[in-house]
């Protein structure tokens, strides 16, 4: 069980619970977040190159966040972070899908001077065909074990 940066390793996989969203949750962020017809309105989105009503990215990566916090990728440790990197919008999220994500650790950098570390875990959420729908790699900021 991770606890601390210590107990990290490169290689290290976390897996999400599942989050199924609803057309009316995408209407409701994008008018409050994202106000634009290919988020708002079923006709208007048909005719963009999203061809049909998708979740604003924005959302997307909120629920990913949400995901995120839900695998404990640092156990009961928050998930701070520093920036993100690679982000990238793969696929729309439509309504009824169903995401779930999926994470590595790929960099692990120990602080010379603080009791922390920085973790790198490259996450990719999926649908429920398995088609990846989005990806971020977090510079996260994780509390090293005491001495």
């Known amino acids: 069980m991770v606890e601390w940066f210590d107990d990290l390793k490169i290689g290290m996989r976390f897996k999400s619970e599942s989050k199924t969203v609803s057309k009316e949750e995408i209407l409701r962020f994008a008018g409050e977040f994202d106000p ?20 604003s990215g924005w959302h997307t990566a909120a629920i990913a966040m949400r995901l995120a916090i839900s695998a404990k990728p640092f156990g009961a440790h928050p998930l701070f972070g520093a ?20 994470g ?44």
């Open 36 to 55: 634009q017809p290919f988020h708002l309105d079923d006709e208007a989105a048909k005719h963009t190159i999203l061809n049909g009503l998708a979740a």
């Open 83 to 102: 920036g993100v990197d690679e982000l990238r919008w793969m696929l729309p999220v439509r309504p009824g899908d169903t995401i779930h994500l999926e």
């Open 104 to 147: 590595e650790v790929v960099d692990l950098v120990p602080s010379r001077s603080k009791p922390i570390g920085v973790a790198r875990v490259k996450w990719t959420a999926y649908n429920q065909n398995g088609e990846a729908v989005y990806t971020f790699n977090p510079i996260a900021i994780v509390p090293r074990r005491p001495a």
